[in-house]
């Protein structure tokens, strides 16, 4: 089973930028055989639905959730998936995980075609 190991959160001031990983912790596994997946959960609700930012596996399709958008983007090598965040805004202090399936374009950041999950990782933006 592929296991996912999210890293790079933390503090981080308003208007800052940090930078997210994910790396399968797996031996024989590659992220980059499957679709990748940005969710968030916010303090006091449950795991988003929708993802924040999401890229199918050939890398050719990405998605973006609407808090995503011009702050946000996503690159990714055959082991590592890597989630830049740029002008972070209080409201986007969460848990982030990163998640891995085969997920079709259509269904690219919907979170019930995934297989594997991340533990999470806390982002806090404040000042």
């Known amino acids: 089973q592929l296991q996912i190991v999210e890293s790079g959160g933390g503090l981080v001031q308003p208007g800052g930028s940090l930078v997210l990983s994910c790396a399968a912790s797996?031996?024989?596994?590659?992220?980059?055989?499957?679709?990748i997946g940005w969710f968030r959960q916010v303090p006091g609700k449950k795991r988003e639905r929708e993802g924040i930012?999401?890229?199918?596996?050939?890398?050719?399709d990405t998605k973006f959730g609407d808090s995503a958008k011009g702050r946000f983007t996503m690159s990714r090598t055959t082991t590592s998936i890597f989630l830049q965040m740029n002008n972070l805004k209080p409201e986007d202090t969460a848990v982030y995980y990163c998640?891995?399936?085969?997920?079709?374009?259509?269904?690219?950041?919907?979170?019930?075609?995934?297989?594997?999950w991340g533990q999470g990782i806390q982002v806090t933006v404040a000042s």
């Open positions: 998640t891995a399936g085969p997920v079709t374009v259509q269904a690219l950041c919907l979170d019930h075609g995934y297989d594997f």
């Open positions: 797996t031996a024989g596994f590659k992220l980059d055989d499957y679709s």
């Open positions: 930012l999401c890229s199918s596996r050939s890398g050719g």
